[in-house]
């Protein structure tokens, strides 16, 4: 499991994962050391994403409750131009 620590509060956990007709990637957002939300994306065919887990990072982080929406701009941010 890879870990993106996007600030001091928020770590995002990745994975990927394989069945016998797709692939994808899981994961789970903890805001301030708890668990909040989790996701999966399934993929058929190949993905062209800018990072590994760039489309899970930003689905835990628009689907996550705890998160304003001011800090969501900024964690897309922070997604977007350092990871």
């Known amino acids: ?3 993106f620590k996007l600030n001091r509060d928020i770590k995002v956990y990745c994975e990927n994962y ?3 007709c ?3 990637h899981k994961g ?3 805001v301030k050391g708890i668990e909040t939300n989790k996701a999966k994306i ?3 065919n190949r993905t062209w994403e800018k990072f ?3 489309s899970l990072i930003y689905e835990l982080v628009n689907n996550c409750n705890v998160i304003t929406d001011k800090q ?3 964690l897309k941010e922070v997604i977007k131009n350092v990871l």
């Open 1 to 3: 499991m890879r870990e």
């Open 18 to 20: 394989q069945t016998s």
């Open 42 to 44: 399934r993929y058929i």
């Open 52 to 54: 590994e887990y760039q």
């Open 22 to 24: 797709t692939w994808g």
């Open 72 to 74: 969501k701009l900024k």
């Open 28 to 30: 789970f957002i903890e």
